[in-house]
């Protein structure tokens, strides 16, 4: 997969070269703050019977997680745009699975999918403003029902200088200009907040 060294992907490239499709590469604390994240976003939407498009989907750990919980998605589209991630999630083979290589930053048209739900789980955070927001905007286009997102909302996790944090207030503002049906969860982790987007009619 030819990939441009965008500086939001640079981090995953350089872990990826050193740790090829481990659990390093996906620039988690660690399995339990990833797995926290996991069921804060599950708690917001059930994605029961959906079209889950996961936005920097890694291993597929995300959907992993919730056949683990038993949720069965009608369908899982995940995109990544560093090979050896996408290899290791296309490698477990999970039924009604689909992974696409590519940048859903720089072509967010990949986001156009059909998905009910567009959910981004990390990949958000090594974004800066310009990339973070627009991300959103056209996620929440994308979407036929709902986008749910975590993001750092402080400075006590993003300890890395390819990290970047925003204040949940900030977030809400900027959603609510499209979107009326704004929640968040913070109450979970500190530092780390999830929202939901939920279109109208939903």
């Known amino acids: 997969m030819s990939t441009v060294d965008e500086p939001y992907l640079s981090?995953?490239?350089r872990a990826a070269e050193q740790h090829g499709a481990g659990f390093e590469s996906l620039l988690w604390a660690s399995p339990t703050t990833q797995r926290t994240r996991?069921?804060?976003i599950r708690g917001m939407y059930d994605?029961?019977?959906k079209i889950v498009l996961d936005a920097g989907c890694g291993r597929a750990d995300?959907?992993?997680y919730l056949i683990e919980m038993?949720?069965?998605p009608a369908w899982y589209i995940g995109i990544e745009g560093v090979e050896a991630l996408a290899a290791a999630a296309e490698k477990r083979q999970f039924p009604k699975a689909r992974i696409i290589r590519g940048d859903f930053v720089r072509d967010p048209v990949r986001l156009f999918v059909g998905a009910d739900v567009v959910v981004f789980s990390g990949s958000l955070n090594t974004m800066a403003d310009p990339e973070f927001y627009s991300t959103i905007r056209r996620a929440y286009?994308?979407?036929t029902e709902a986008v749910v997102f975590n993001f750092l909302c402080s400075a006590?996790?993003?300890g890395r200088d390819y990290l970047h944090w925003r204040s949940k207030w900030d977030v809400v503002e900027f959603a609510q200009q499209f979107c009326r049906n704004v929640t968040l969860k913070d109450?979970?982790?500190?530092?780390d907040c999830t929202a939901r987007l939920v279109k109208p009619g939903e």
């Open 38 to 40: 996991f069921e804060a």
């Open 70 to 72: 038993g949720v069965r």
């Open 11 to 13: 981090p995953y490239l």
């Open 62 to 64: 995300y959907l992993a």
């Open 156 to 158: 006590d996790l993003a």
């Open 47 to 49: 994605s029961s019977d």
């Open 141 to 143: 286009d994308a979407a």
């Open 187 to 191: 109450d979970y982790l500190e530092g």
